[in-house]
């Protein structure tokens, strides 16, 4: 089979559209009006859970709108993102653990469970540390350099590239710790097996082991347009209209922030679904960021992702086993596929009907088989 990981590394993807993201030893794929997360656990079984998901332009027509889908679509990323990463905690079992004193004591002041509690607070400092390395460091660089009297185009420009150095070393930096490392396998094979199902190709690891693990919708991309395009706004807003005070900066650039991403989302969607000249010269950086976030997966990584991909569409398989959660086990990727057929039991095999009949004690027969002539010529020997 011909390898397919350099002529799609620019190439753009179907208007049908599947996406997700890497958790905790596995992969989570959404499309259309359903989720699937799928996890291996350390024996080696693929637990699968399938959600019902609707869009909230499907609820609220006005939040499908060009620029306003874009803020939309980052938030719920933000919110489904941490709530799939607390599920594929719970599939593996991770959160089975006693909770420390601390957590017990928080839990009983804020009225809710430990895993609420757990995730509420990873969400405020990843908050906090996003705003901290992205927006106030940043900031105050151009506070500082706007101090010496550089010009805006000076500091704008060093200011947004400090953010692009940040955002690389911290990848880099996160890539070095052995769970982090896996994550990043995973994300290649969720961006592998995309590829693949957005070929039109059989879905099979052999199959998806063969494409890119770079993906033009990823959100690593995304981000690197969203820095692009803040460099660009600021850029204009801080020549018509200087902003001298450090705090009333990072205000600032926090406020503009929704413009930003709404505007960074329809450029990501417009190069991904491009395929001239200027589209693959642009979405080329962003391709190359996830050389940073992506590893090479292994095959039984993109059998995870296959398995969440045939689920996201087909549904739990029903032969499935149950967990008491009513999470499904698998142990082979194929028995996700549509119109896969469990193989039938085998019967325990019946004795030959002569071997049965010698065990009778039937018309003077012995036990042992033998005729009683037989047993009357042993004697008398």
Excluded at 124 to 146: K, T
Excluded at 255 to 280: F, K, N, Q, W
Aim: net charge neutral; glycine share 8%.
């Amino acid at each position: 089979m011909s390898d397919h990981k350099d002529n799609l590394n620019g190439a753009s993807c179907r208007v049908r559209d599947m996406g997700g993201q890497a958790v905790m030893e596995g992969v989570m794929m959404r499309s259309g009006k359903a989720t699937a997360v799928t996890v291996r656990r350390p024996d080696g079984t693929l637990v699968t859970k399938r959600t019902p998901f609707t869009a909230p332009k499907d609820r609220h027509p006005w939040m499908g709108k060009p620029f306003i889908r874009g803020v939309v679509n980052m938030a719920t990323m933000l919110y489904f993102g941490m709530n799939t990463l607390e599920d594929s905690t719970k599939m593996l079992g991770l959160l089975d653990e006693e909770p420390t004193k601390f957590e017990k004591w928080l839990a009983r002041k804020l009225g809710k469970g430990i895993d609420k509690v757990v995730m509420g607070t990873a969400i405020v400092l990843a908050v906090l540390l996003s705003i901290g390395l992205f927006i106030a460091i940043p900031a105050w660089v151009e506070n500082l350099l706007n101090s010496a009297h550089m010009s805006a185009v000076g500091y704008t420009l060093l200011g947004g590239l400090v953010k692009i150095l940040i955002l690389m070393g911290y990848m880099a930096a996160v890539a070095l710790v052995p769970d982090v490392r896996r994550t990043f396998q995973y994300h290649g094979a969720e961006h592998k097996s995309v590829h693949c199902y957005e070929s039109a190709l059989p879905l099979t690891p052999e199959n998806a082991r063969t494409f890119s693990r770079l993906h033009p919708r990823c959100g690593t991309a995304f981000l690197l347009i969203v820095f692009s395009i803040s460099i660009l706004l600021f850029l204009a807003l801080n020549i018509l209209v200087p902003i001298d005070n450090y705090f009333l900066r990072v205000l600032f650039h926090l406020a503009m922030l929704p413009i930003v991403a709404g505007t960074s989302y329809e450029v990501l969607m417009g190069l991904a679904h491009s395929d001239s000249r200027a589209a693959r010269i642009l979405r080329w950086p962003g391709l190359q960021m996830q050389r940073l976030t992506t590893r090479e997966p292994d095959l039984s990584m993109l059998e995870c992702a296959i398995v969440s991909v045939n689920v996201v569409q087909y549904g739990i398989p029903e032969h499935a086993q149950r967990t008491p959660e009513g999470w499904a086990i698998l142990h082979d990727y194929r028995e996700s596929e549509k119109g896969y057929v469990p193989p039938a039991k085998e019967e325990p095999a019946a004795e030959p009907a002569e071997a049965a009949e010698g065990t009778e004690k039937t018309d003077g027969t012995e036990a042992s088989g033998k005729a009683p002539e037989e047993t009357e010529n042993r004697a008398s020997a």
